[in-house]
């Protein structure tokens, strides 16, 4: 007993624990904003996980063939953004089943990068490096103890996940078209009926879940890695769903969610380095499904209640 | 019946064109790479059926997948999507490997139907999971089965890592009784076919007549088709929605249960695979029919075997994936086909 609390202190005085939680939350903070977008106008999207993957792709293909990680970023959101309109189009103008829709866009994008990455880098499995989104240096605070180790180099799309809860709030909750969005996403006949234009705010919506869930996925190739790994996502996608879920559709619900799960990861992380613990490999699977069983137990209502958007996930299709 | 209805309908016709259309847009892919379709697909094509090794290899790809068809199939006949059985097919192996150790002083009269029972057990209390949380609790079908896919996982992981670990260092169970093992038919080289595509065609059978047939497929049918009718008709939805999640996770722990007592003789992991995401597509294109999706099962089956056979011809097999998303969007968004078609229809009118 004495030596588990130990090594949970030693878990929780260390930086490394604090910063990694952070890096861990990045991702998916980024792609359960694009989750809030797109639900809060009515359409579910579960294919996070396929649009990340395909952001991830097109950062480490645009920074190979450009040298510059830039121009990676800027492919992999546009591939983000073609995703997230095929969905759009369907599950809007089509009224397409969107679970099965997203379904459809998470195998099109395995496919899709694993072909491509035989294709254009000769093997399966793992591209070349390439160059990654260099680090903000903050310079000598660096040197701050503690929090200097903690943020004084962290990547930019950790200042980009936090940036965009921001954004996404403040225009949600408090713009003309974030009303529209919400009104949309929960009685679309009556927003119609007011003039609002239902299709166009629910594209805008869509493609804004591209947007933000593309540069989660970038995050993971070119964050700090330098390079594309067959299904790196690995299911981070799902996890941002349900931090979405977990925090009721609201953009700063939806990054503590991701905080948490982000976390636990860390958490699991460092204590499977703890010594004192002396823990055979096989604990880190009992601990790696603890995110997966708070999302149920959350998920069934058993803490607090979460609610959908009311028209989420159905089609609206205009008399 | 009538045949010509039950053939071509517009259902039918919806699967036809998405394959087809998938399969020309893959035909532009490889122009674009620069490979010749002909040449690929002949090579997919012979991979598939060329020689013995490859029909025996297909059919019992196709063994597992006609049950992860229909277990997701059965759930979309209940208005559920059972994303979750990949979970199910992890968690009935496991239990059916489980049990294989423990019959070894049995007959294979009953160590065998044992073995599947647990598996259909263990696939069935994990779906029903998801039932109840839905019928009960209101949580969505999707997000519960996605999280029990990866708790199913990590339960894998854990014990071929740890108490049913077999001696060695291996992640992999003790090899089951030799009593609770399907005997193969026929073995060509190092590939066997084994009895378990039996198991297979059976349960299309039960499945149709549980569907057409008793007051279980009708209740269920009635909950997918309109809850509140049904309910109003004095069919209790949350029964029913346990049941069907039960019956549909059955099914894919059968399919798990096939992999340990007809392949590989022992528990591996997590190692499920697409299983489950491969039986999404085949519901789809089978469109929910038993019939259907024992087609629709062969047809990816062949696609995926070929496939190492076109990787050789030049063509990375990820190509297989991009067509089963294709076909999958074009099911979803079945209205760009309708819409096509209503305007082909004008065109030749005009």
């Known amino acids: ?269 460092q204590l499977q380095s703890q010594s004192v613990l002396n823990l055979s490999t096989n604990t880190q699977y009992i601990f790696g499904m603890i995110p997966y069983i708070i999302t149920l137990i959350v998920v069934a209502g058993f803490i607090g209640k979460s609610r959908a958007p009311s028209a989420d996930g159905i089609p609206y299709i205009k008399e | 019946m009538n045949i010509k209805k039950y053939l071509l309908n517009e259902k039918v016709i919806i699967s036809l064109f998405s394959v087809l259309i998938s399969l020309v847009i893959a035909a532009i892919v490889m122009i674009v790479i620069g490979k010749n379709p002909l040449v690929a697909y002949a090579a997919l094509f012979y991979g598939a059926f060329g020689t013995k090794e490859a029909i025996i290899d297909n059919i019992m790809k196709a063994s597992p997948l006609i049950l992860t068809g229909l277990a997701v199939g059965f759930g979309f006949r209940a208005g559920l999507f059972n994303i979750g059985a990949n979970g199910q097919v992890i968690i009935g192996a496991l239990l059916s490997a489980y049990v294989g150790t423990l019959v070894g002083a049995y007959p294979f009269f009953l160590s065998i139907p044992l073995v599947m029972i647990a598996g259909m057990l263990g696939g069935a209390a994990w779906a029903a999971i998801a039932g109840w949380l839905k019928a009960y609790r209101g949580a969505h079908e999707v997000i519960t089965t996605i999280m029990l896919n990866y708790v199913a996982t990590f339960i894998a992981n854990y014990v071929v890592n740890g108490p049913f670990q077999a001696p060695g260092g291996v992640p992999k169970s003790p090899s089951i009784a030799y009593s609770a093992q399907f005997p193969n038919i026929m073995s060509v080289g190092a590939t066997s076919l084994s009895t378990i595509i039996f198991v297979s065609l059976a349960a299309i059978v039960v499945i149709y007549v549980i569907i057409q047939r008793t007051t279980i497929g009708y209740e269920v049918k009635a909950v997918g088709f309109n809850p509140y009718a049904a309910e109003y008709g004095g069919i209790s939805i949350g029964k029913n929605v346990v049941l069907a999640m ?60 070929g496939s190492n056979q076109m990787q050789i011809a030049g063509v990375p097999k990820d190509l297989v994936v991009i067509i089963q998303g294709i076909i999958i969007f074009l099911v979803a968004a079945n209205r760009i086909i309708k819409t096509i078609r209503i305007r082909k229809r004008k065109e030749a009118e005009a």
């Open chain 2, 246 to 305: 039960a019956i549909s996770g059955a099914l894919a722990g059968l399919a798990g249960t096939t992999q340990v007592v007809g392949v590989y003789g022992r528990y591996f992991g997590a190692l499920s695979g697409s299983m489950g995401f491969d039986g999404i597509t085949i519901a789809l294109i089978g469109q929910n029919d038993p019939i259907g999706i024992a087609l629709a099962a062969f047809l990816i089956s062949s696609i995926r075997t």
């Open chain 1, 1 to 269: 007993m004495n030596e588990w609390i130990q090594a949970i202190l030693n878990v929780f005085t260390n930086p490394t624990f604090y910063k990694s939680t952070l890096t861990q939350s990045t991702p998916l903070i980024l792609a359960a904003m694009g989750g809030v977008f797109s639900e809060t106008t009515g359409v579910t999207n579960i294919a996070l996980e396929g649009i990340m993957l395909m952001g991830a792709f097109g950062g480490v293909m645009g920074s190979y063939f450009t040298g510059n990680p830039w121009y990676g970023l800027a492919l992999g959101t546009f591939f983000g953004l073609a995703m997230a309109a095929l969905h759009a189009w369907a599950s809007i103008k089509y009224g397409a089943d969107q679970i099965i829709s997203g379904t459809a866009l998470i195998l099109l994008a395995q496919g899709i990068t694993g072909f491509a990455l035989v294709e254009l880098f000769g093997q399966p499995g793992s591209t070349d490096l390439v160059r990654s989104i260099p680090l903000v240096d903050l310079g000598s605070f660096k040197d701050v103890p503690f929090f200097g180790q903690i943020f004084g180099n962290l990547s930019p799309f950790v200042y980009m996940a936090f940036a965009s809860v921001i954004f996404g709030w403040i225009l949600i909750y408090k713009t003309k078209l974030g009303l529209r969005m919400r009104s949309v996403g929960n009685n679309p006949e009556a927003a119609d009926t007011l003039g609002i234009n239902v299709y166009n705010v629910r594209y805008f919506g869509v493609i804004m879940s591209g947007l933000f869930a593309a540069l989660g996925g970038a995050y993971l190739s070119i964050g700090e890695l330098g390079q594309f790994t067959t299904n790196m996502t690995n299911g981070r996608g799902f996890i941002a769903l349900a931090a979405m879920i977990i925090g009721n559709w609201n953009p700063v619900g939806a990054m503590s969610a991701s905080l948490l799960f982000g976390g636990a990861t860390a958490f699991n992380n």
